[in-house]
């Protein structure tokens, strides 16, 4: 399969802060990456979608302020939380589409990171 | 807007039985992409089942198969012969092969998830 990575996988920081989360496809080009936000024992929500050299599209309700997205490069989209609040603290994960052509078996398909578990004191 | 839905908030196995976990979906669209994830405890979501809409063949994956009823929109993962190392949330997810209304990209649509706890 594809491979996508995370960083940090967890990460702690005090009210007001920024926080910055990298994903990374590490054996493909991905225009386009997802960033997801998961609640205990809930199904993953869709914050943003990552455009490699354009802007993010974000999910209604998502504050583009607030999570910002930079997808500089082909293998590299981050997720910055500014000024983090108490309810920020979540688990946020990304994933990459294998764009096609490609791979039949893998293309237009996505491969998650391992996520990051914020928390926000 | 496409939907997917996961009837089934829990299910329990022996280990070395057979278990299916069921979806359904409804989209009006003919051609699409069908997904199972699993998450394990440590949360990394994995895939373990992709499936073309074109396709009539199901998809397997060594022990691991789905019943694709195109007509009834329905999307059931068969594990066979389950391991302890199956323990996992399931998630059915939908996807587009065309752009949504909004221009942005092929989001994935998930179910709300079916928790499998295999027994020993």
């Known amino acids: 399969g594809a491979v996508v990575s995370q960083h940090p996988s967890r990460v702690i920081c005090k009210s007001g802060t920024s926080v910055k989360i990298e994903c990374r496809s590490l054996?493909?080009?991905?225009?386009?990456m997802f960033w997801y936000r998961q609640f205990p024992k809930k199904s993953l929500m869709l914050m943003a979608t990552?455009?490699?050299?354009?802007?993010?599209?974000?999910e209604q309700g998502v504050e583009k302020d607030k999570f910002l997205i930079n997808h500089a490069s082909l293998t590299l989209s981050t997720l910055t939380v500014t000024s983090a609040h108490p309810e920020d603290s979540s688990f946020y994960i990304c994933?990459?589409?294998?764009?096609?052509?490609?791979?039949?078996?893998?293309?237009?398909?996505?491969?998650f990171g391992p996520g990051t578990r914020l928390l926000v004191l | 807007a496409q939907t997917v839905t996961q009837s089934q908030p829990e299910m329990s196995v022996q280990e070395a039985e057979t278990v299916t976990l069921s979806c359904t979906y409804d989209?009006?669209?003919?051609?699409?992409?069908l997904f199972w994830y699993k998450q394990p405890p440590s949360r990394q979501m994995i895939l373990v089942i992709r499936?073309?809409?074109?396709?009539?063949q199901n998809a397997t994956e060594n022990r691991f198969s789905v019943n694709f009823q195109k007509a009834a929109k329905s999307f059931s993962l068969k594990i066979s012969d389950s391991q302890l190392g199956d323990a996992a949330m399931y998630f059915c997810?939908?996807?587009?092969?065309?752009?949504?209304?909004?221009?942005?990209?092929?989001?994935?649509?998930f179910g709300k998830g079916t928790l499998l706890t295999v027994n020993p």
């Open positions: 994933s990459a589409e294998v764009p096609a052509p490609g791979r039949a078996e893998l293309r237009e398909t996505q491969y």
């Open positions: 054996d493909f080009q991905a225009t386009t």
């Open positions: 990552s455009n490699e050299g354009s802007k993010a599209t974000y």
């Open positions: 989209t009006s669209e003919s051609d699409y992409y």
């Open positions: 499936q073309e809409a074109y396709k009539q």
């Open positions: 997810a939908y996807r587009s092969p065309y752009l949504n209304s909004g221009g942005s990209n092929y989001k994935l649509t």
